[in-house]
């Protein structure tokens, strides 16, 4: 009995002197900001970097304020937080000087881009599904062509995540994606079940106009008709792109992976032509 109470006057103290530094949110809030402040930038930071700015660590006049203000500081004096990555949108204007509502006709390939890879990470998934389904049910290897397929499908999807901070969609996009999406899903859900000779083909040939595409993307951009902002830290960090890296070093990425996509795609189909099966041949792992 005499342990167990000098264990809780003990704990009781303890709690006592930390929580006034521990359990009140504005000096939590200047502890993490000074911190922050001090961590360096090196290597893959960058990303946490443009996370500190958006949180405050780096903006010195917001220090200020929040100095000024004390805990008493309102919420106008902190930075909008426009996005997760703390980038901030470019602001694009019409002839008469009034704003551009219209983000989807902002970068068209930008926006293009974007649209085009809610549709590009179908097959990979729709593809690994149904190999890692028959391999279940078969009890048999499928010689790494799940990986390959899944990794694809992961590929495009980052792609996407890369384009969301380039091009911010409307409700009306979305709603088209929903409904391209669900479609495109189920045709080539049935399409691979009755010919994935053919299925893979098919995605073959769409990688082939998404080299195009891209490949307009990089013209607009060298002929200075679409701005060559920065690299998003997410297509920094995911490429691992020099921190000085610009939108157009993020195109030249996304080409060579839509590049391996489609060779992957056509010898997977050439495969089902000879007769033979994925399995039989190796898949074309490690690029991602």
Same mark, same amino acid.
């Given at each position: ?7 809780? #006057? =003990? ?14 949110? @504005? @000096? ?65 204007? $019409? ?61 495009? #999807? ?17 709603? =088209? ?12 859900? =049935? ?7 053919? @299925? ?18 990089? $013209? ?31 195109? =030249?990425?996304? #080409? @060579? ?32």
């Amino acid at each position: 009995m005499m342990m167990s109470r000098g264990y809780t #006057r =003990l704990a009781s103290s303890m709690f006592t002197m930390v929580s006034p530094r521990f359990f009140s949110t @504005a @000096a939590t809030r200047g502890v993490l900001s000074n911190d922050m402040v001090k961590a360096p930038a090196v290597g893959l930071g960058v990303r946490c970097r443009s996370s500190m700015a958006a949180i405050g660590g780096g903006d010195k006049e917001q220090e200020k304020k929040q100095a000024v203000g004390g805990r008493g500081g309102s919420a106008k004096d902190d930075k909008e937080i426009v996005s997760y990555w703390g980038l901030d949108p470019t602001k694009v204007s $019409k002839e008469d000087g009034s704003p551009w509502k219209w983000t989807c006709f902002r970068r068209r390939y930008g926006c293009g881009a974007m649209m085009l890879e809610t549709v590009a990470a179908v097959p990979g998934m729709v593809g690994g599904m149904l190999l890692h389904c028959k391999s279940l049910r078969r009890f048999e290897h499928s010689g790494g062509w799940i990986k390959a397929l899944l990794e694809e499908a992961e590929n495009e #999807r980052m792609h996407l995540m890369t384009f969301m901070e380039v091009s911010d969609p409307r409700w009306y996009e979305r709603a =088209l994606v929903f409904s391209v999406q669900g479609v495109f899903f189920n045709a080539y859900f =049935l399409g691979y079940i009755i010919s994935p000779k053919f @299925a893979h083909r098919v995605v073959g040939y769409l990688e082939e106009e998404a080299i195009h595409s891209y490949t307009e993307f990089l $013209k607009e951009l060298d002929n200075g008709n679409i701005e060559n902002v920065p690299a998003p830290p997410i297509a920094i960090d995911y490429w691992r792109l020099s921190p000085n890296s610009t939108l157009r070093d993020v195109v =030249l990425a996304v #080409r @060579a992976d839509e590049a391996h996509h489609r060779d992957v795609n056509h010898f997977a189909s050439d495969i089902h032509y000879q007769g033979r099966q994925l399995k039989e041949a190796p898949a074309p792992l490690g690029y991602h």
